[in-house]
């Protein structure tokens, strides 16, 4: 795929419109929220959901499970959601475990992210976790999504999975390096899906029964223990046995070896959060722990496989916008382009009245609401029942005291780009030097440039640059390894994107 130097041409919506900025939403402010006005994101977002059918666009191969959470210690003065409300309580709950990038045929030992979904089936209503395996995502803007996925899927004309692609777009994009080392690290390939971490990846609000509120990041912590495949290992299993994880939850849970996992949360008050030297609402950054000591809160068991994988778990349907009082989203980029894509697909997917799917429906809450009508309406349709409000027939009414907080939003009306680039590279270079273990390195490295080498030697210069800017003795090792020139590797890390690029282009 060569730069494409001549016929230079004007990126416009659907309807011809000029685009003047496609890596920035139009937020308030150079943190956000996301305003809605910007209808090129909301345009790109919904097009994207409707790309395939009937499968999932991303994470459509995937295992699920019954099980319950269980409160293990007191956070009352931190939210007021009901499930939470007392230690021994117990919750209904249904979980998805999928890679992202394949299809639905595609082997579960693939190196890929793992989604980690958890659905709560409270009194309040349902609650939706939906994070991955990875406390880290590789963008932070939602403008991007739909163009990272399509590198990870295949290519327009060969149907293939492209390298160029693949690693042109994470070149370009060095806000990606964080999850790109991890991804490439033994984690990347996980052991079993009852064998990972899950975290919500993104800061969520929690309030309490004062209206205080705080930020907070969810770590679920595997019970079973963290076990990885290296990168051997994953490609012999993808031959041998190519659905090894569903396999494993499904069995383990029949032979009564229930897996369990820890929740903590990261609490940051919002005066910690006004002046941290991380933005906290980046999903490209962790809260560092010892920054942000995590608290013990419960603890979750899965212990009743479903009875149809399509009913129950092809048609589980989870949203990061699904809260219960108590919990609220965050200024997150990322995270309120997902509040309205997850519910806009499942629509698109399932129909305008998924929420009544067995699996999805509410368990311990009653709905009343004034939505009617539409597709695969099964249930009563609201009788005769008014279906408009106000009214003064005794139709349901909302409550003003489970309102969110008020959050003071003000700024430019603009498509803001992120100013600390260099921030970017901090985490991944703590994570190769601090974390990681001489085998966790060889690995890395390994991994990396086995994918790598696929790649145009531009790319690859790009690419590596960027590791090098985590961390040099990363860079070299990865270089070294793809038998490329160091001097050019130091030149071009010097520079800035712009200049990085430009430098790559006639490699």
């Not at 609220?328 to 382009?337: C, I, T, Y």
């Not at 009544?356 to 509410?362: D, H, K, Q, S, Y």
């Not at 970017?424 to 974390?435: C, E, H, P, S």
Request: proline residues 6%; charged residues 25%; hydrophobic residues 35%.
């Amino acid at each position: 795929m060569a730069d494409n130097k001549d016929n230079k041409k004007t990126l416009t919506t659907g309807f011809g419109m000029p685009v003047d900025n496609d890596l920035n939403s139009l937020t308030a402010g150079p943190k956000g929220p996301v305003l809605i006005q910007d209808v090129h994101l909301t345009e790109k977002l919904a097009h994207f959901d409707r790309e395939r059918i009937p499968e999932r666009v991303v994470h459509a191969k995937g295992a699920g499970a019954y099980g319950y959470f269980e409160v293990t210690h007191d956070v009352t003065k931190y939210t007021r959601a009901k499930f939470l409300s007392q230690v021994g309580k117990k919750t209904e709950v249904f979980a998805r475990f999928s890679t992202v990038g394949g299809e639905r045929g595609s082997a579960d030992s693939e190196r890929d992210p793992r989604g980690f979904a958890v659905k709560f089936y409270t009194e309040e209503g349902n609650y939706d976790m939906v994070g991955n395996n990875t406390p880290v995502f590789f963008i932070r803007d939602p403008l991007k999504f739909p163009d990272f996925i399509h590198t990870q899927k295949r290519h327009p004309a060969t149907n293939l999975k492209d390298a160029d692609m693949f690693w042109d777009f994470l070149s370009l994009t060095p806000e990606s390096i964080h999850q790109v080392t991890i991804l490439f690290s033994d984690r990347g390939t996980p052991r079993t899906y009852r064998n990972m971490n899950g975290y919500s990846s993104h800061t969520f609000m929690w309030y309490n029964e004062k209206g205080e509120h705080v930020w907070v990041q969810l770590h679920f912590k595997t019970e079973q223990g963290i076990q990885n495949f290296t990168g051997e290992e994953a490609d012999r299993m993808r031959s041998s046995d190519p659905d090894c994880s569903t396999r494993d939850l499904y069995e383990a849970i029949s032979k009564g070896e229930f897996p369990s996992w820890r929740l903590e949360v990261q609490i940051m008050t919002p005066e910690q959060a006004q002046s941290y030297r991380f933005d906290p609402f980046d999903i490209t950054k962790v809260w560092p722990h010892a920054d942000f000591p995590p608290i013990d809160v419960g603890r979750l068991v899965l212990n009743r496989n479903p009875e149809n994988y399509f009913a129950e778990v092809e048609q589980a349907a989870f949203s990061p916008g699904n809260f219960v009082p108590g919990i609220g989203p965050s200024p997150d980029k990322m995270l309120q382009g997902r509040l309205f894509s997850y519910h806009d697909t499942h629509r698109h997917r399932l129909g305008p009245n998924y929420h009544l799917l067995p699996v999805n429906a509410p368990k311990a809450s009653q709905v009343h609401s004034y939505q009617r009508d539409g597709a695969m309406r099964f249930d009563g349709n609201g009788g005769g029942e008014p279906n408009y409000w106000p009214n003064s027939f005794g139709g349901p009414a909302p409550d003003a005291g489970v309102a969110v907080p008020s959050l003071d939003v003000s700024g430019m009306a603009a498509r803001h780009a992120y100013e600390l680039v260099d921030a970017d590279f901090v985490q991944a270079g703590d994570l190769y030097r601090n974390v990681m273990t001489d085998e966790d390195r060889e690995h890395l490295v390994r991994n990396i440039a086995s994918h790598l080498k696929g790649a145009q030697k531009r790319l690859q210069l790009r690419q590596t640059a960027l590791f090098y800017r985590a961390n040099a003795d990363y860079g070299e090792r990865v270089g070294k390894s793809l038998g490329l020139d160091m001097k050019e590797i130091k030149r071009l890390a010097a520079m800035s994107q712009e200049e990085r690029v430009k430098a790559t282009a006639n490699q």
